[in-house]
T-cell receptor, first 110, second 112 residues
Framework: LAKTTQPISMDSYEGQEVNITCSHNNIATNDYITWYQQFPSQGPRFIIQ???TKVTNEVASLFIPADRKSSTLSLPRVSLSDTAVYYCLVGDTGGFKTIFGAGTRLFVKA | EAQVTQNPRYLITVTGKKLTVTCSQNMNHEYMSWYRQDPGLGLRQIYY???????DKGDVPEGYKVSRKEKRNFPLILESPSPNQTSLYFC???????????FGQGTRLTVV
């Protein structure tokens, strides 16, 4: 399982775009990159998953460069309710047998 | 509504008193898993199951047991709980191995 490195915390203001970068230098050919969001005392919630290039859904975009050694989760126009911990996972599963690290604690201010 | 349901949500118990935390999913998922979450340590996998009667250890299985007799249920059993098992526990399920995992609301266990 590839080890990931993310910033421990980030601050932002409402309405701004937030980019959280995850480093995964040892990503394997079969590995996906998956991001989860977790609010205090709640279970993690799937945000987005990708393999290469760019993936976009209704809540976020995921940018993956050609070498796949890093990825960036982009949250457009964050609101106070986006304050949460964001986990970057790398593995050949979508969240199974995958290591959840410490994540990035995002704090959105008014 | 598609969901993973854990019970109880909160539990305080005494050292050595056997307990079971139930987990049930209504999505016909093959894969189910248990995690514990402790401050500063993130989520750590305890056990997982790939199908009925198929289970395997995760990263921190000591002191826990599981069973998967039915596809929808995956109970976590603590035969003799100890204070170091005080934690927030999450059950998760996914359709197959490489799809998104759905998590329950969590069970906060305190062992005194």
């Amino acid at each position: 399982l590839a080890k990931t490195t993310q910033p421990i915390s980030m601050d932002s203001y409402e309405g701004q775009e937030v980019n959280i970068t995850c480093s995964h230098n040892n990503i394997a050919t079969n590995d996906y990159i998956t991001w989860y969001q977790q609010f205090p005392s709640q279970g993690p919630r799937f945000i987005i998953q990708g393999y290469k290039t760019k993936v976009t859904n209704e809540v976020a975009s995921l940018f993956i460069p050609a070498d796949r050694k890093s990825s960036t989760l982009s949250l457009p126009r964050v609101s106070l309710s986006d304050t949460a911990v964001y986990y970057c996972l790398v593995g050949d599963t979508g969240g199974f047998k995958t290591i959840f690290g410490a994540g990035t604690r995002l704090f959105v201010k008014a | 509504e598609a969901q993973v349901t854990q019970n109880p949500r909160y539990l305080i118990t005494v050292t050595g008193k056997k307990l079971t935390v139930t987990c049930s999913q209504n999505m016909n998922h093959e894969y189910m898993s248990w995690y514990r979450q402790d401050p500063g340590l993130g989520l750590r996998q305890i056990y997982y199951s790939m199908n009925v009667e198929v289970t395997d250890k995760g990263d921190v299985p000591e002191g826990y047991k599981v069973s998967r007799k039915e596809k929808r249920n995956f109970p976590l059993i603590l035969e003799s709980p100890s204070p170091n098992q005080t934690s927030l526990y999450f059950c998760a399920s996914s359709l197959v191995e490489d799809t998104e995992a759905f998590f329950g609301q969590g069970t906060r266990l305190t062992v005194v």
